[in-house]
């Protein structure tokens, strides 16, 4: 009867069967790794740029219902219906049109967005012509934005600084809170008789520019086309 052969394996070869499994184990490990954080990255990236695109419509659709309505300040003077000033934290001050959601009617509201405590904030006041303490709402939009200024174009096709420009430039100053109010403040009685006339619908731009810096996304600029 012939012997049979019951060896078994070798120390050696166990080994070389365990390197070689762990070998395998580790790679697929590495590469799930790798995915999840690859899927991890891209959902953030994704979710950036939507809260960016989101901010973006938000500003866009208030400057394209910009309307020519002058308000009154908590001192009776005129503040025009748009003021751009991009060397203050105020950077653009403007009478809008709003959808209510509630009433389920149009409205005119007073927008200011100001850049302060590295945040862009959005102040809405829904009474146009302010008394002592007139409230407003404030919302902080998206936290990665590290700068915002705006540019408005005149009828010469010229892209300006600030707003409006036919008539005396002065630094507006603010009133009560510089992060919130305008001052708009002039010498000139000429200038605020302009602002309630007929000239009124020229100090209007007919194109805005904003220009945002994203932490990640780098310099964005987007021009809006005036409704008016």
């Known amino acids: ?12 070869e166990v080994l070389v069967s365990s390197f070689i499994v762990g ?4 790679a697929i490990f590495f590469t799930l790794s790798f995915l999840n954080i690859n899927i991890l990255k891209s959902s953030e990236n994704f979710n950036e740029k939507k809260e960016l695109m989101v901010t973006l419509s938000i ?12 308000i009154r300040d908590i001192y009776g003077e005129y503040l025009p219906a748009l003021i751009i000033n991009n060397e203050t934290e105020n950077k653009i001050s403007f009478s809008s049109i709003l959808y209510d959601d509630q009433k389920k009617i149009n409205k005119i509201v007073r927008i200011d967005y100001n850049f302060s405590e590295q945040r862009l904030k959005r102040n809405i006041w829904n009474v146009l012509d302010r008394v002592q303490n007139s409230s407003f709402q404030t919302h902080t939009l998206n936290e990665n934005i590290e700068s915002m200024s705006i540019k408005a174009i005149d009828y010469s096709g010229e892209w ?10 002065k630094k507006y100053q603010s009133i009560e809170d510089k992060d919130i109010e305008f001052n708009f403040r002039n010498n000139k009685l000429l200038d ?3 602002l309630m006339l007929g000239t009124i619908k020229s100090n209007l731009p007919q194109a805005l520019k904003i220009i945002i810096d994203h932490k990640n996304f780098g310099v964005i600029e987007r021009v809006i086309l005036s409704q008016i």
């Open 192 to 194: 605020y008789q302009n």
């Open 160 to 169: 300006q600084n600030f707003w409006p420009t036919g008539i005396s430039q």
């Open 59 to 70: 500003i866009e659709r208030d400057l394209k219902s910009l309307v020519n309505r002058p």
């Open 1 to 12: 009867m012939p012997h049979q052969n019951n060896r078994g394996f070798s120390l050696v």
């Open 23 to 26: 070998m395998i184990l580790s």
